[in-house]
């Protein structure tokens, strides 16, 4: 509307007297847009935002003595007339937008809880269903599981494993000074946890792992640790 028509002019010609908009016609606009678009036809799908050309055509009109502006940000309502340009934060004070502010608000809350209360190590304890119970060497009772350590972190994890739930047990299975798991890697690790005869009779019995995790290398601060249930078949 305040453009056209558009035609290319001296500085010293009145535009009024020409029948002529405020664009000049240099396509500045169009020479810096990075997608290539003639911001002039109206917004476009392939636009950034990037606001080159109101820039561009900003200096142009400091240039031509006319108001800046002539590309800018607004909206259709206010080009259409309903309501003036200074009005537009006035419109932003209304019930719609104060809800979309509030689910706003809940959604990067929640991410916010997720992203400090996840856990940067996670362990999945898979039982071996071939082999339910058997007896190794020193004559124990052993059960097999695979070890899924999944982590979550940016650094590389040193994470020692234990067992407990009966006055005897034992876990073997681990490489000495405990598993590394590279950043945003997942390890699956066979382990035995076996136990003397008399502990664990026919049936199912509760076992817990432990794990104990820190940043590989890091010799201070207290590790952490996670519990994870499991069971133990007996024969």
Known sequence: ERGEPRGARKKTVNKEE?????????????????????????????????????????????????PRGLIRYTTESALEHEYAEK????????????????????????????????????????????????ENAKGWLE?????????????????TASVKGFDEIALTGLPEGGIKVA????????????????????????IEFIFQYRESGASDGKPVVLEEDATFIGE
């Open 18 to 66: 020409a029948g002529l908009g405020d664009c000049i016609n240099c396509a500045m606009c169009v020479q810096v847009c990075p997608v290539g678009i003639d911001i002039r036809n109206g917004l476009q799908y392939q636009c950034i935002g990037c606001a080159a050309c109101i820039d561009a055509c900003d200096e142009i009109m400091d240039k031509m003595g006319y």
């Open 87 to 134: 009005d537009i934060k006035k419109r932003l004070l209304r019930p719609r937008v104060a809800g979309y502010g509030a689910v706003l608000a809940v959604v990067i809350a929640a991410f916010l809880v997720g992203l400090s209360t996840r856990k940067m190590v996670e362990v999945d304890i898979l039982k071996d269903r071939g082999v339910m119970v058997r």
């Open 143 to 159: 059960n097999a599981y695979s070890l899924r350590i999944i982590n979550n972190s940016e650094k590389e994890q040193l994470i």
């Open 183 to 206: 950043p945003r890697e997942t390890v699956t690790l066979p382990v035995q946890v076996s136990t003397i005869p008399e502990y664990a009779d026919k049936g199912s019995h509760p």
